[in-house]
């Protein structure tokens, strides 16, 4: 019996997507961390920067957790203040989705919604900002800043990481991870490189992120890519970065609840169009081993929604003609 619904976090299991995949000569695993109690990975780096806050000191009962995120982290943050008795503050942009809004909302949590871009067409920028001013002017308040703070990632070092080792049987040839504040891309990696030196790092990023270099641009999906490089990204760690956009990220979701039955949110659906993108050019036999960090309920006013859909459809349709018309020229 478990204490509470923190101690539930973690121990999600491994499934194979021998549907969607089975014409492949390719076996490709997915870790279910959507199945985490509060929906999403992001109850991981909640559970365990909120614990090593307090073994430091720096978080006690008096504190006023505040934090930027694009929803998941909100979400479990909120939760996890909650069995704490913790306040808590998120800041959020226009790009949250109501579903996601009214789930923080409902866990007790103060909100700050921002609504001013910022230099790269994005709102992290800006978030960070308002983040720093409530900071300085909210007593007691802790920014436990999951952009760089190491805890992030080392959440995910001795939390899934190790899971993943003791859970598959063999050796793992890629590993395909969407990033954003990278805690999740680098925790995991470190670890199981230790485990599996020859492995591939593969990033997914989302077409108009600037992580790793590419044009700022226009995006529609949270959680993945950014308008910012995190403190936590180690670009020399990543073996290759591929990039999806929001529509084929968005048929990738359809794709998995058609075929495997999984409904999942919108990285989820970016690492498979990653790893489409990847089958052609890696040899027969190899294991690839891929997240998915949240489920898709989160996503029915955006990913799941036709009039989205067709939006982000007419942005892929005149991206490819463009990208044509400059290779034509």
Known sequence: MN????????????????????HSKVEVLAKMELMNPGGSIKDRPAKYMLEQGMKSGKINKNSHIIESSSGNLAIALAMHCKLHGLRFTAVVDPKISP??????????????????????????????????????????????????????????????????INQVEGSIDYLVIGASTSGTLMGVSRRLKQAYPDMQVVAVDISGSVLFGGPSGPREIPGIGASRVPELLEPSEVDQVIYVDDYESALACYKLLEHEGIFAGGSSGSSIAAIEKLLPNIAKGSRV????????????????????????????????ANTNNRKIA
């Open 99 to 164: 579903t996601n809004l009214k789930m923080i909302k409902l866990y007790g949590a103060n909100v700050v919604q921002v609504t001013e871009k910022d230099e790269n067409d994005g709102y992290l920028l800006t978030r960070i900002n308002t983040v720093k001013h409530l900071v300085e002017t909210t007593p007691n308040a802790v920014w436990v800043n999951q952009y760089a703070n190491p805890h992030n990632w080392q959440s995910h070092f001795y939390g899934e990481a190790e899971e993943i």
């Open 289 to 320: 081993l891929t997240l998915f960090p949240d489920r898709g309920d989160r996503y029915l006013d955006l990913i799941y929604d036709d009039n989205w859909l067709e939006m982000v459809r007419q942005r892929h349709l005149n991206s490819s």
């Open 3 to 22: 204490d509470n619904i923190v101690s539930c976090v973690g121990n999600t299991p491994i499934v194979s997507l021998s549907r969607l995949f089975n």
